[in-house]
Nanobody
Framework: QVQLVESGGGLVQAGGSLKLSCAAS????????MGWFRQAPGKEREFVAF???????WYADSVKGRFTISRDNAKNTVYLQMNSLKTEDTAVYLC???????????????WGQGTQVTVSS
């Protein structure tokens, strides 16, 4: 089973940037599609970005054009570059192996602790 450790979160002003990392254990990382998700206080977890093992990407409309997902299979790591951050991006960000079925990105692994992103106005 893949174990995940997210990092790179922090406090940033609106308009700023952060780059999140998700380090995964296991030799089969390169075979998994990976997703980034986020959960804000009092809200349900939502999909943010998705990357296949062939580097095809998919984004939630709310982050399209601002966030970029990438992966480095040699480092067993997936990244999320976040630019032009908005206060509504404030959430705990988590990564997970995921599948894309009929337009829905569905996580299927165990969750890590996530990394907190706070965007101030």
């Amino acid at each position: 089973q893949v174990q995940l450790v997210e990092s790179g979160g922090g406090l940033v002003q609106a308009g700023g940037s952060l780059k999140l990392s998700c380090a995964a254990s296991g030799r089969t990382f390169s075979s998994y599609a990976m997703g980034w998700f986020r959960q804000a206080p009092g809200k349900e977890r939502e999909f943010v970005a998705f990357i296949t093992n062939g580097d095809n990407t998919w984004y939630a409309d709310s982050v399209k054009g601002r966030f970029t997902i990438s992966r480095d299979n040699a480092k067993n790591t997936v990244y999320l570059q976040m630019n032009s951050l908005k206060t509504e991006d404030t959430a705990v960000y988590l990564c997970n192996p995921a599948s894309l079925v009929k337009g829905n990105v569905t996580p299927f692994g165990s969750w890590g602790q996530g990394t907190q992103v706070t965007v101030s106005s």
